[in-house]
């Protein structure tokens, strides 16, 4: 005899159909809520900090503020009782920005002028890709991701590489040019190492001697090229990603939330992690 559920276990599964089954009715309606709240918190934030809309409607501002943060939380809460695995949730890319979604404000309790951290909330609009569930735009954004991830190593060690070099470019323009010239110390030196390298340029420390003008020179030549070898890594991990993935995403369809766009070699839903017929 079948295990009759409970109430608990039933309102759990129409909360998960809601805040996860992107593919109905009610759950597509939640989702352009959600987009729309998140909208109008982050244009609140950004009212809040002009002056002159401050000074009138500050109190109005900070009141919605919290309506939505309320409504936030509440969403956060019933994301973790609905799913079987919350840990899995709470420390996912998705449940982390949830998270910080909603505490800028309850800090502002403590440390007053926090709300303004409250625009991270903008990184919600990630969600915008797995709600318009466009196999291109989700299978392009995999294979971005498997760039960056396979690019990881060899962009941390041109980082390292870069970092040394600051440090022993700021030394010698520090011993070249002097105090008088505006480079007081060795940190100093390698801020504007920094500052060249990036091509930024802000012109408040200048090398005044020859030799210092000639290293400068070096030192912008060489800032084009660091700027080109991290995207030439990512690219290349791209173009390799693209060859190992020429396939489009075929519609496999869940069993249990119905949705249907997955990647051809998916064997789980990555909306409820449900196994996935094979073709």
Same mark, same amino acid.
Request: proline share 3%; net charge positive; hydrophobic share 45%.
């Given at each position: 005899?079948?295990?009759?559920?409970?109430?608990?276990?039933?309102?759990?599964?129409?909360?998960?159909?809601?805040?996860?089954?992107?593919?109905?009715?009610?759950?597509?309606?939640?989702?352009?809520?959600?987009l729309?709240?998140i909208?109008?918190?982050? +244009? +609140?934030?950004?009212?809040?900090?002009?002056?002159?809309?401050?000074?009138?409607?500050? !109190?109005?501002? /900070?009141?919605?503020?919290?309506i939505? %943060?309320i409504?936030? %939380?509440?969403?956060?809460?019933?994301? /973790? *009782?609905?799913?079987?695995?919350? *840990?899995?949730?709470?420390?996912?890319?998705?449940?982390?920005?949830?998270?910080?979604?909603?505490?800028?404000?309850?800090? $502002?309790?403590?440390?007053? #002028?926090?709300?303004v951290? $409250?625009?991270?909330?903008?990184?919600?609009?990630?969600?915008?890709?797995?709600?318009?569930?466009? @196999? !291109?735009?989700?299978?392009?954004?995999?294979?971005?991701?498997?760039? /960056?991830?396979?690019?990881?190593?060899?962009?941390?060690?041109?980082?390292?590489?870069?970092?040394? $070099?600051?440090v022993?470019?700021g030394?010698?323009?520090?011993?070249?040019?002097?105090?008088?010239?505006?480079?007081?110390s060795? @940190?100093?030196?390698?801020?504007?190492?920094?500052? %060249?390298?990036?091509?930024? #340029?802000?012109?408040? *420390?200048?090398?005044?001697?020859?030799?210092?003008?000639?290293?400068?020179?070096?030192?912008? /030549?060489? #800032?084009? #090229?660091?700027?080109?070898?991290?995207?030439?890594?990512v %690219?290349?991990?791209?173009?390799? $990603?693209?060859?190992r993935?020429?396939?489009?995403?075929?519609?496999?369809?869940?069993?249990?939330? !119905?949705?249907?766009?997955?990647?051809?070699?998916?064997?789980?839903?990555?909306?409820?992690?449900?196994?996935?017929?094979i073709?």
């Amino acid at each position: 005899m079948k295990k009759q559920k409970s109430k608990y276990e039933i309102f759990r599964e129409k909360i998960k159909i809601i805040l996860y089954g992107t593919n109905t009715i009610l759950g597509r309606m939640f989702d352009l809520v959600l987009l729309g709240l998140i909208l109008l918190s982050v +244009l +609140l934030i950004m009212l809040d900090t002009v002056e002159g809309i401050s000074q009138k409607y500050h !109190q109005q501002l /900070i009141i919605c503020e919290w309506i939505i %943060t309320i409504f936030f %939380t509440i969403e956060y809460a019933l994301r /973790i *009782i609905s799913i079987q695995k919350p *840990i899995k949730y709470i420390f996912s890319f998705y449940g982390i920005i949830d998270l910080l979604a909603v505490l800028p404000m309850y800090l $502002s309790i403590f440390f007053p #002028g926090a709300s303004v951290l $409250s625009v991270v909330r903008a990184l919600r609009f990630f969600r915008l890709f797995k709600i318009l569930h466009i @196999p !291109q735009i989700s299978h392009q954004s995999a294979q971005l991701r498997d760039a /960056i991830e396979a690019s990881k190593e060899k962009i941390l060690v041109f980082i390292y590489f870069v970092l040394i $070099s600051t440090v022993i470019i700021g030394t010698i323009m520090y011993l070249v040019e002097g105090k008088e010239s505006g480079f007081t110390s060795i @940190p100093m030196g390698i801020y504007w190492t920094i500052v %060249t390298l990036t091509t930024v #340029g802000y012109g408040d *420390i200048s090398p005044q001697s020859p030799l210092g003008q000639f290293i400068a020179a070096l030192v912008m /030549i060489l #800032g084009y #090229g660091i700027i080109a070898v991290p995207t030439g890594i990512v %690219t290349a991990e791209f173009a390799k $990603s693209s060859l190992r993935n020429n396939t489009v995403n075929s519609k496999k369809t869940c069993r249990k939330c !119905q949705s249907q766009v997955h990647f051809d070699n998916a064997k789980y839903c990555y909306e409820c992690g449900t196994q996935l017929p094979i073709n």
